[in-house]
């Protein structure tokens, strides 16, 4: 089989076959450490956090009552294991956007592009995390709105809430730097 779905390597793995997780762990592992990237901002906590994550998943894939939804529930995880880090830490962490998120042709496109990349940075440390949260998944993941509440747990609307005033806040933040912008 080509590209097998998740399902599918759930069921071989569920008889037996250890290297489907391998295909699962290859599957998801970078968008699962670049959503935790994006949350945390620190590569060493992130990178312990992405293996307790598939140490998880592993232990307890039996326990997936639906296999097709094996994504979310990484993604559930995944937010589990960040959120229980804020709470051990304390801390809000900054987001380091890199170069590579803001690639452009020109070097008048790319020294615009690094500093709003700077601004939007600033703006975001500044949000609470669950607001934070919410545009990475929305934004930087692109998923839909029933697919962050699957990652939540959230409803429907409890998402569309949290998006519209985390889009509130961080407009505000950035309003002065996109007012300084358009005079220049």
């Known amino acids: 089989m080509p590209n097998p779905s998740d399902a599918d390597l759930l069921h071989r793995l569920e008889e037996g076959e250890k290297s489907a997780f ?4 290859d599957r998801y592992y970078s968008r699962v450490y670049g959503y935790c990237f994006r949350l945390l901002g620190d590569r060493d906590r992130v990178e312990d956090i992405v293996q307790t994550v598939f140490l998880k998943a592993l232990e307890s894939v039996a326990s997936l009552d ?3 939804l ?3 529930w990484l993604f559930s995880i995944a937010r589990n294991e960040v959120y229980a880090g804020f709470r051990k830490s304390r801390t809000n962490t900054t987001v380091q956007l890199t170069d590579e998120v803001w690639d452009t042709n020109t070097p008048q ?3 615009a592009e690094q500093e709003t990349a700077i601004h939007l940075e600033k703006a975001l ?11 990475i998944l929305r934004h ?5 709105y029933v697919e962050i509440a699957a990652v939540t747990g959230d409803s429907l609307s409890a998402v569309e809430s949290r998006l519209f005033k985390a889009r509130k806040v961080l407009v505000k933040l950035l309003g002065p730097y996109m ?4 005079k220049s």
């Open 179 to 182: 007012e300084e912008r358009s």
């Open 125 to 135: 440390d500044h949000l609470k995390p669950e607001y934070r949260e919410i545009l």
């Open 140 to 144: 930087f993941e692109r998923l839909s």
């Open 109 to 111: 496109d790319i020294y």
């Open 22 to 25: 391998g295909e699962l762990y």
């Open 70 to 72: 094996f994504y979310y």
């Open 66 to 68: 639906r296999p097709e």
